[in-house]
């Protein structure tokens, strides 16, 4: 991870970790970086770059610093206005442009925001890239060669253009329901769109492919975007679909690269129940390309005791989609995602795509003519405990002699009934200790005995 961008972007309370300054310096280095790239190649067109937003209130702001820049530096913003991440990703890919940008926190509340940066594939920018957009930002760039102290302009006719480019978007509604492999007529179908970008979308999506749809938290106004909505409130999904008896629910997150499932019964299914079933209808078709699919390291106990009784390998990655994305891309592998919800199905997508995923999901049941439920009995999750621990420097909190020491004995007593997992958050000032046990008790006991062992030290914020 670098200074300013995380595993998922550039994040943070905006105007105040993340300013109008952030997003203009961000505009004007890539602006002006593919500009050159360009250039040195002989070609002295302006550089394409396609810009989307969710529905936080300074997602505009960032949006119209961001396009100043890129505009300032000679290149050309396409607009897909209000959208989600995974058709940026698309859009970059499909339509060639030289790089993609969304603004957005993805499941964060409205007063945080982030830049999120995709190469022309749809893929989470190079950290190479990454690296240099960071050292403009802070007045040290050296690239090509050359110490670079201020970017030129564009001037005259090299002055970059806006471009309204809602058509991008609307190609890529036509895709997901070209996905559609099955009619969802007489499918009662219940969406949580978090008040964020797929308020607009998802809808039409599943009406187009003969859903009976049903939709909640589709009124976004810039400050209630993921709030007590959305995947990271999905008991709210799960009282809409028993109340109303529906068949299956799908809630995303502010910028819908994630879903979570509701079942017929209420239950709640996990990005590792969707990575079980989809895993199990891949091998069941011959479809599983290496018998393997690609976790990270928050995946649950039960998910890989599963693989292991139905012979399928796994690999684990780090926590975040861009590192299952590499592991996937490097080893061909077709499934991956983590327990959040981000699930990548990379013969349609670069990154984890929250309709799509909902889409899939609707085409097992159909397929196999059975409910949600059903098909993810099989899989026992193990009881789990997180807590999310602010605390004053992550990396000082994970070196500390006996917060290594508590860490040990959780293991000794977990043994190969249980695990323990410490790590920094990528997104935020926090350390997460997690647990997985065969009882509540002892999954308490182990992340209390780690937690209470940084508090005694000092090294929390409360």
């Not at 940026?88 to 603004?103: L, N, S, T």
């Not at 009881?383 to 000082?396: G, M, R, S, Y």
Request: charged residues 25%; contains cysteine; neutral net charge.
């Amino acid at each position: 991870m670098g200074k300013y961008f995380g595993t998922d972007g550039f994040r943070g309370e905006a105007n105040v970790t993340l300013t109008a300054d952030h997003a203009y310096k961000t505009g004007r280095f890539l602006g002006w970086y593919y500009g050159e790239l360009k250039r040195r190649n002989g070609d002295d067109s302006a550089p394409r770059i396609v810009i989307g937003k969710d529905t936080r209130k300074s997602s505009y702001m960032f949006e119209y610093t961001l396009i100043a820049g890129l505009t300032a530096s000679g290149a050309d913003a396409y607009m897909l206005h209000v959208t989600t991440t995974p058709s940026v990703a698309y859009v970059a890919r499909v339509d060639e442009f030289d790089c993609g940008i969304m603004i957005s926190a993805s499941h964060n509340l409205y007063y945080d925001n982030g830049i999120k940066l995709l190469n022309s594939r749809g893929e989470k920018m190079e950290d190479d890239v990454i690296e240099l957009v960071e050292n403009y930002i802070d007045g040290k760039l050296e690239v090509f060669g050359k110490k670079i102290k201020e970017l030129p302009y564009g001037t005259r006719d090299k002055v970059g253009k806006t471009v309204d480019y809602a058509s991008g978007r609307n190609r890529y509604i036509g895709y997901l329901i070209s996905l559609g492999m099955y009619s969802f007529r007489g499918v009662k179908v219940g969406l949580d769109c978090a008040n964020g970008s797929a308020w607009n979308i998802a809808k039409s999506v599943f009406e187009a492919l003969g859903a009976t749809t049903y939709v909640i938290n589709a009124n976004p106004d810039g400050l209630n975007i993921n709030k007590d909505a959305g995947s990271t409130h999905i008991e709210k999904l799960a009282e809409f679909v028993k109340e109303r008896g529906l068949d299956v629910g799908f809630a995303y997150d502010g910028d819908a690269d994630r879903c979570l499932c509701v079942d017929e019964k209420g239950n709640v299914i996990t990005g590792d129940h969707i990575l079980y079933i989809y895993a199990m209808y891949m091998k069941q078709r011959g479809k599983l390309l290496g018998n393997t699919v690609v976790t990270t390291v928050m995946s649950n106990l039960g998910l890989y005791k599963a693989f292991e009784r139905e012979g399928i390998d796994y690999i684990k990655t780090p926590v975040g989609d861009k590192y299952v994305y590499e592991s996937m891309a490097a080893g061909g592998h077709r499934l991956g995602g983590e327990n959040s919800g981000h699930v990548i199905f990379s013969k349609y997508a670069t990154t984890g795509d929250g309709i799509l995923t909902s889409l899939k999901m609707m085409e097992v049941m159909l397929a196999k003519k059975l409910p949600l439920s059903k098909l993810a009995e099989p899989l026992v999750i193990y009881p789990q405990v997180l807590k999310n621990v602010a605390v004053k420097d992550k990396q000082t909190a994970l070196s500390d002699a006996d917060v290594a020491a508590a860490v040990k004995k959780a293991e000794q007593k977990l043994g190969n009934s249980g695990r323990i997992l410490v790590r920094p958050s990528g997104t935020e000032p926090v350390v997460r200790v997690m647990v997985e046990a065969e009882s509540m008790e002892m999954c308490n006991e182990c992340v209390d005995g780690v937690v209470n062992t940084m508090k005694s030290k000092g090294l929390t914020l409360a």
